[in-house]
C-alpha cells in the first residue's frame, strides 16, 4: 500500500482492528510477566460515546499499548454500569410510548423489559469504542448485573450488615420526584436561581394581632405545624404559649421559643414545616411537633394540600400566592437569589422528604482511603485535587444506599411481620427463612410469610467494587487473578466522580482487600468548546465522535483529542485539532512513501551527510526516549505527544530525511536505507501508543511478519547513552541552515544556485555536520576565518557571523536601501532603550526582570547594528 497516494484511514483501521481481534494480542491471562492492569470506567449501559469518552478511553489506550510494548502483561478490563435511574427512565418512557405504565406491571415484568432493552442497545457504546481502537480485552467485559458481580454486591451488603454499618433509618433524605428515589448527597447539584421571598401573616388566636413570617416555599404552609421565635427576642415575648393560624387551611398552631431561630433574618418568625425541610425536623423532634406530609411521590401535593391536591408544587407556589393576596394574608414579596438542590441525574429540584432508607456508615470505612491519599499510596494527578479528596473524606456523611428503584440490584432485606424491626438480612430468601425463625422465635414463618424490600442499592453500590469484582475478588478472595491482577495500576477518569466513585473505590479496596484499588488516578479535564462550555447535546456544541474519526481517521481524531488535554485542565476542543492530527497522519504516511520510493544500490557509498545525520538523529532519539520517559511518569500524555510529534515532525521528516535523501534521479546507497528503516521501526514503536492503525499498517508494510512480530507486541526502544554534545552542534547547525535559507529567501537566491560560505569566528563552531549544511543550504564550499569578509551578505547566529558572496542577480541599490532603512530602526529602538535605562527612577525602581530584559534589548541592538553595519559596509565595497 506504501505506492498509494492517499493514506485510506478507514481501510487501514477495520483490516488491523480485526487482525488485532483475531490473533488475540488483546487478551491476558495470568503468567510469569509483570502485569499492567486499567479496570474502564464502565459507561452506563444507555450511553452512546461523546466526546468526554473519546478523550478518556484515548488517554487508557496509550497507556495500555505502551505498557505491551514495555512488555508488561497488558489487562485492560471493559464493561458497563447498570445505571439504575437513566435505564429506569429510559425503560418507563419507551413503555409509555407503547401505552404501558410503570405501575401497572408487577417488577418481574417489568424487569423483563428493562433487560429486553439492556441486551438491545447496552452493547453500543463499547462497539463504539473499538472504532477509535481501544484494545480492551473484550473476552472479559464485564457488566454491573451479570450473576457473578451481583453476588458480589449482595454478599459485601450482608457482610456490612451483620458488622452493623448498614442500618435502616427513618431521616431527611433528598428526593428526585422526577425519577421517584432518593439520592445521596453527593449527588444533588447546588445551584443559584432567582426566586421571591414571601412576606405572609399568621393571625394570632385569640387576639386582632398578626406575625408576619418570610418564606421562600409558601406552597408548604400546608404543612406548617409551629411558628418559632427565638426565646430572647423582646419583639415577641407576649407570643409566648399562644396559637396562631395557618392561613387557607385555618389549623391552629403553637408558638415554640427555639434558640435556632436567627433573630436579625427576615422577620425573626420562623414557619416550621418538619416533614419538608431538615432543620424544621430537627425542631418538630425536640419540640415533638406533628409531621404533615403535603407531597406525593412526584411532588403534586396529596389530600393535605385541600383544593390544591393533585397539582405540582410550582403551579402550587403561584397560585397559592395569589390566595394568600386575595385573603389578605401576603404582606409583600421581594426579589430572592436562592441555592436550590437539583438531581444530578435529571435536573429535578430535589424535595427533601422523610423516609425509611438504608444508610451505610461512612466514618471509620473513610479514614484508610483518606490516608491512602495523603500518605500518596494512592496518587492523584495532578495533585491539586487532593485537598477536596481530603475535604470530602474529612466531612463524610452517611451513604444513603437505597433507590425506589426496580431496576438494580434488590436489598436482601426480608420481612416477616409488620413492626419496624421485623426483618432480617440474608444472601437468599432460604437463609433469610432460618434467620427469621431464630430472630422472631416463631417456626410458623414460611418462605411465603417473607417479602423482600422493594428497594434496589445504589448504582455505586456496585460499581465501587470494580476493580475487586471484575477479578470476582470479593466471592473469591484468593484466586489466582485477583492476586495477580489486584491492585490495579492506573485508573482514568473524569474529577466530577472523584467522591462519587473514586473515594469509594478506595474505601472497598481497604474494606474488603485491606489494599488499595490502583496505585495511581490520572483526572481528566473537561471537554469544552472554544467558548469554554461544557460539551452536551442540549447546546448542541458537542460533534458526533463516530463523524469525526470517519472524517479523520481514528488516528487522527486521538492525536486532536491529546494535543491540548493535560491531566485535570479543562479540554478546549476544536475540530481543528483533529484536522491537525489528520495533516500529522499524513505526514507520516508520505514519510513512508518518500522511504519506499527510493531507488538502492549497492554501488553507491555512503554519503557524509547521511553519516552525520543517522548519527545525529540516534542521539537525539534516545534523548527523547529521557523525555517520553519522564513525560509518561509523570502523566503529561499531552507532553508525550507532543514530545512523540516534534520528533517525527522535525528531527525525522524535516532533518533527517532531508539530509539522507539522494540527489533528483540518484539512488541511495543501501546501507543508508537500512539504518532510515531501522530507524523507522524505532520511531513507528514511539508512535504506536497514540497513532496504532498507521504505525501498525507501515510496520507490517515494511516486511513481511508472522503474528508474533506484529508492532502492537513489539519491544519498546532500549534505552542507551546519548552523546549531548553531537545534540548541541547540530542544533547549531540547523540554525545555520536556517539562516541560509532565510538570506536565500530574502535576497530571491533560488536554491538551485550553489553558494560559499565563509565563518567568522568559528571557536564556537563544530565543523562536525558541514556536509550537512552544504547538502541542505546547497553550499558548494565553506570556510574558516577570522576576518570578516568584504563584499558579502551575513547573518549571525548566536556568536558566529556567517557571509555569502553577493549574487549578480542582486539590486545593490534595493539592498543598500533595505539594510539602511532596518539599521536607522535600530539604532532609534537602542536609543529609546537607553533612554528608559539612562532614567534612574525607572531602573532604581522597576523590577530587576524588567531591567534586565531591558538590558539585554540593548545589546542585542547593539550587535545587530554592528552587523547591520559591517553588511552595509561590505555592500558599498562590492
Known amino acids: 500500500m506504501a505506492q498509494e497516494g492517499k ?139 451479570d450473576p457473578d458481580l451481583s453476588e458480589s454486591v449482595i454478599q459485601v451488603f450482608v457482610e456490612l450488615y451483620n458488622k452493623g454499618l448498614i442500618y435502616r433509618g427513618y431521616r431527611m433524605v433528598n428526593w428526585d420526584p422526577e425519577a421517584q428515589t432518593t439520592l445521596s448527597d453527593e449527588e444533588v447539584i447546588h445551584q443559584e436561581r432567582q426566586g421571591k421571598l414571601y412576606y405572609i401573616n399568621y393571625p394570632v388566636e385569640g387576639s386582632s394581632e398578626q406575625v408576619m413570617i418570610a418564606t421562600t ?102 397560585a397559592i400566592a395569589e390566595e394568600l393576596e386575595a385573603k389578605g394574608f401576603l404582606v409583600k414579596t421581594e426579589e430572592h437569589l436562592n441555592k436550590v438542590g437539583t438531581s444530578e441525574r435529571t435536573g429535578a429540584v430535589i424535595e427533601p422528604k422523610l423516609s425509611d432508607q438504608w444508610f451505610l456508615k461512612m466514618k471509620d470505612l473513610a479514614a484508610p482511603a483518606l490516608d491512602a491519599v495523603l500518605n500518596k499510596d494512592v496518587a492523584l494527578v495532578p495533585e491539586k485535587f487532593v485537598n477536596t479528596y481530603r475535604h470530602w473524606m474529612e466531612n463524610v456523611r452517611d451513604w444513603n444506599i437505597s433507590r425506589q428503584l426496580w431496576w438494580g440490584h434488590q436489598i436482601p432485606a426480608y420481612y416477616y411481620g409488620t413492626g419496624r424491626e421485623d426483618f432480617v438480612v440474608a444472601a437468599s430468601k432460604e437463609e433469610a427463612l432460618v434467620l427469621a425463625h431464630a430472630k422472631s422465635g416463631r417456626t410458623d414463618v414460611t418462605l411465603n410469610d417473607l417479602s423482600q424490600d422493594p428497594d434496589a442499592l445504589d448504582t455505586w453500590f456496585s460499581s465501587w467494587l470494580w476493580p475487586i469484582s471484575v477479578f470476582d475478588g470479593i466471592r473469591s478472595p484468593d484466586n489466582p487473578e485477583i492476586n495477580y ?12 466522580i472523584l467522591f462519587f466513585w473514586v473515594a469509594r473505590m478506595i474505601v472497598a479496596g481497604y474494606a474488603f482487600r485491606d489494599e488499595k484499588p490502583f496505585n495511581n488516578v490520572y483526572l481528566t479535564g473537561i471537554v469544552r468548546d472554544k467558548q469554554r462550555r461544557k460539551m452536551s447535546k442540549s447546546l448542541g456544541n458537542s460533534p458526533d465522535p463516530l463523524v469525526l474519526i470517519d472524517q479523520y481517521g481514528a488516528d487522527g481524531v486521538r492525536v486532536g483529542m491529546l494535543l491540548s488535554s493535560p491531566a485535570g485542565n479543562d479540554l478546549m476542543f476544536d475540530e481543528d485539532l483533529c484536522q491537525q492530527g489528520s495533516a500529522f497522519v499524513n505526514k507520516i504516511w508520505n514519510a513512508y512513501r518518500l522511504i519506499s520510493g527510493w531507488t538502492i544500490s549497492d554501488e553507491v557509498g555512503v554519503s557524509e551527510s547521511a553519516q552525520q545525520a543517522i548519527g545525529w538523529y540516534r542521539n537525539k532519539f534516545q534523548l527523547t526516549l529521557v523525555e517520553l520517559e519522564g513525560n509518561y511518569d509523570q502523566y503529561r500524555i499531552s507532553d508525550a505527544l507532543m514530545t512523540t510529534y ?114 567568522n569566528n568559528a571557536e564556537n563552531f563544530s565543523k562536525n555536520f558541514d556536509a550537512a549544511i552544504a547538502k541542505l543550504g546547497h553550499v558548494s564550499e565553506i570556510n574558516y576565518s577570522d576576518q570578516a569578509a568584504e563584499g558579502a551578505m551575513s547573518f549571525r547566529v548566536k556568536s558566529n557571523e556567517y557571509f555569502v558572496p553577493f549574487s549578480g542577480a542582486i539590486d545593490m541599490d534595493a539592498e543598500r536601501s533595505k539594510i539602511q532603512e532596518e539599521l536607522n530602526y535600530t539604532r532609534g529602538f537602542l536609543k529609546s532603550v537607553q533612554g528608559k535605562l539612562g532614567n534612574d527612577r525607572f531602573v532604581s525602581g522597576a523590577p530587576e526582570a524588567v531591567v534586565a530584559a531591558e538590558r539585554k534589548k540593548a545589546a542585542d541592538a547593539l550587535a545587530k547594528i554592528e552587523t547591520l553595519e559591517a553588511s552595509l559596509a561590505a555592500l558599498n565595497q562590492a
Request: charged share 25%; net charge negative.
Open 217 to 318: 416555599r409558601p406552597e408548604t404552609i400546608m404543612g406548617d405545624s409551629a411558628i418559632c421565635i427565638h426565646p430572647e427576642d423582646p419583639r415577641y415575648t407576649h407570643l409566648k404559649g399562644k396559637q396562631v393560624r395557618v392561613p387557607i387551611s385555618d389549623r391552629l398552631i403553637p408558638v415554640i421559643e427555639d434558640a435556632y431561630v436567627a433573630m436579625e433574618f427576615g422577620t425573626g418568625c420562623l414557619k416550621v414545616t418538619p416533614a419538608h425541610d431538615e432543620n424544621d425536623k430537627v425542631l418538630g423532634e425536640t419540640h415533638q411537633l406533628e409531621v404533615i406530609d403535603i407531597f406525593n411521590d412526584d411532588a403534586t401535593l396529596n389530600q393535605h394540600g385541600l383544593h390544591y391536591e393533585g397539582m405540582d408544587r410550582f403551579a402550587v407556589r403561584k
Open 646 to 759: 516534534k520528533l517525527i515532525w522535525d528531527d525525522f521528516c524535516s532533518w533527517l530525511l532531508e539530509m539522507v535523501k539522494p540527489d533528483y534521479g540518484q539512488p541511495m546507497a543501501r546501507e543508508t536505507h537500512q539504518d532510515i528503516v531501522q530507524i523507522l521501526e524505532e520511531n513507528l514503536k514511539v508512535l504506536h501508543p497514540f497513532v496504532p492503525f498507521i504505525s501498525e499498517e507501515i510496520w507490517q508494510d515494511l516486511r513481511p511478519r508472522t503474528k508474533d512480530e506484529a508492532l502492537i507486541i513489539a519491544q519498546w526502544p532500549k534505552a542507551t547513552a546519548y552523546d549531548a554534545q553531537v545534540i548541541a552542534d547540530f542544533d547549531l547547525a540547523a540554525e545555520v541552515v536556517s539562516g541560509i535559507r532565510t538570506l536565500r529567501k530574502n535576497k530571491n537566491i533560488p536554491f538551485k544556485e550553489s553558494i560559499t560560505l565563509t565563518v
Open 7 to 145: 493514506y485510506k484511514a478507514k481501510q487501514v483501521e477495520e483490516k488491523w482492528y480485526q487482525y488485532w481481534m483475531e490473533q488475540n494480542y488483546f487478551h491476558s491471562e495470568v503468567d510469569h510477566r509483570v502485569p499492567y492492569t486499567i479496570v474502564i470506567p464502565p459507561p452506563n449501559v444507555t450511553g452512546v460515546l461523546h466526546m468526554g469518552h473519546m478523550l478518556n478511553n484515548t488517554l487508557q489506550d496509550v497507556l495500555i499499548r505502551r505498557a505491551r510494548l514495555k512488555g508488561f502483561n497488558a489487562c485492560w478490563v471493559p464493561g458497563t454500569d447498570h445505571a439504575s435511574i437513566a435505564t429506569e427512565a429510559k425503560v418507563v418512557a419507551k413503555l409509555k410510548s407503547e401505552g404501558i405504565d410503570k405501575s401497572d406491571l408487577t417488577r418481574e415484568v417489568f424487569l423483563e423489559h428493562a433487560w429486553e432493552w439492556t441486551h438491545k442497545h447496552g452493547g453500543i457504546i463499547l462497539e463504539q469504542l473499538k472504532k477509535l481502537g481501544a484494545s480492551c480485552d473484550w473476552e472479559r467485559t464485564k457488566f454491573t448485573m
Open 485 to 496: 491482577y489486584y491492585p490495579t495500576n492506573d485508573l482514568v477518569t473524569a474529577p466530577e
